[in-house]
């Protein structure tokens, strides 16, 4: 997915959109009262890319409010917001598609989908999480440790 098309849907939504200094330490992106504030040290398309959707997350899945992440029900809101900008970045198809391509590797598979390496070993991991070390779909056989995808045979 590219940077602009997850602008669109932020803007579809009619969520502001801006990109600032963030005081707090760690803090990349904030959702709050339809806003979606992003530091402006992000310096790659991957890295907006990955925020923008994370804070998206916290709208659609109504995950506010929870910057004390030493509270469970806290850190799985912001799991929930996670997961859900996950699925929405990244697909099977997306994995089929860059194994067409001969991509292989985490460094290659990361650019070719435009996301940060971290993005998506987060995002090969809750896939394990959902269908354990391996899935059939559109007859190929997608193997996620390590990743590979294959003709299913019939």
Known sequence: ???HQVEDMIRARNITLIK???PVSKLKGLYFDNTIIFDRSLSTSAEKIYILAEELG???TGSID????SQMANRKQERKAHRWAIKELISLDDIIRASKEDIHNFFELAEFLNVTEDFLREEIEILKEIYGTH?????KIIQFEPLDVWEEKR
């Open 135 to 139: 899935t059939e779909y559109d007859g």
């Open 1 to 3: 997915m590219e940077l």
């Open 20 to 22: 600032d200094d963030i």
């Open 66 to 69: 929870i910057l004390d992440q």
């Open 58 to 60: 916290h709208y659609e």
